[in-house]
């Protein structure tokens, strides 16, 4: 059962420090998005990428975060320095290059403090 | 740029009724995708059901199906027999059909509560 998965679940730390969030999208997906989740914004799109190549960050903030896609098999998002308005729920998803499904990851809670 | 609403915060139903979640949306565009999805407590997103909006047969998804008004901008979504692990958050969600995927715009949910 094809999934995606993202690593870690959860992530407290403390403000000022860097965070790395990752993602391993399905095989064969060529699209992945990044989404945050926050209970006062609700779910807002940060970034997403087809085949590997960045095409729209616009919902990110520029100056503390970044996402990457290394290779096929993994995107990363990073917040350097975090702050404690960056608490939220990040979610990796991934789709086809056919087709319109996304496909949620589990997501990683993080709490800056 | 294009906005979703969901106007019901909070729903309750009993165990085994229907129910109905509203969802309207906001577009210039004619070529669209439209989705809801359900979260449970464990905070994963599933996909009830999709919805192109170049067909206007309504999607059915075993017993989840939507009323589909493409002039009135309108996508609920209606729940029948419904399940004590139906309770869950709902999103409604749109997405540009135009060129590929371009991430989707989501409403801010609603929260289905099943009573036994």
């Known amino acids: 059962d094809a999934r995606v998965t993202q690593t870690p679940r959860d992530k407290v730390t403390e403000m000022g420090q860097e965070v790395t969030m990752r993602c391993q999208p399905i095989?064969?997906?060529?699209?992945v998005f990044w989404y945050r989740q926050t209970m006062m914004q609700g779910l807002e799109l940060l970034a997403y990428?087809?085949?590997?190549?960045?095409?729209?960050d616009s919902g990110m903030p520029k100056d503390r975060f970044s996402a990457e896609m290394p290779d096929a098999t993994l995107a990363t998002l990073k917040i350097q320095p975090s702050e404690p308005r960056d608490s939220a729920v990040y979610f990796c998803?991934?789709?086809?290059?056919?087709?319109?499904?996304?496909?949620f990851g589990p997501g990683t809670r993080l709490l800056v403090l | 740029a294009q906005t979703v609403t969901q106007s019901q915060p909070e729903m309750s139903v009993q165990e085994a009724e229907t129910v109905t979640l509203s969802c309207t949306y906001d577009?210039?565009?004619?070529?669209?995708?439209l989705f809801w999805y359900k979260q449970p407590p464990s905070r994963q997103m599933i996909l009830v059901i999709r919805q192109e909006a170049y067909k206007q047969q309504n999607a059915t998804e075993n017993l989840f199906s939507v009323n589909f008004q493409k002039a009135a901008k309108s996508f609920s979504l209606k729940i029948s027999d419904s399940q004590l692990g139906d309770a869950a958050m709902y999103f409604c969600?749109?997405?540009?059909?135009?060129?590929?995927?371009?991430?989707?715009?989501f409403g801010k949910g609603t929260h289905l509560i099943i009573q036994p």
């Open positions: 095989l064969g997906h060529n699209t």
């Open positions: 998803a991934s789709g086809p290059a056919s087709g319109r499904t996304q496909y």
């Open positions: 969600a749109f997405e540009y059909s135009g060129g590929g995927a371009d991430g989707l715009t």
């Open positions: 990428f087809r085949n590997r190549a960045p095409l729209d």
């Open positions: 577009t210039s565009e004619s070529d669209y995708y």
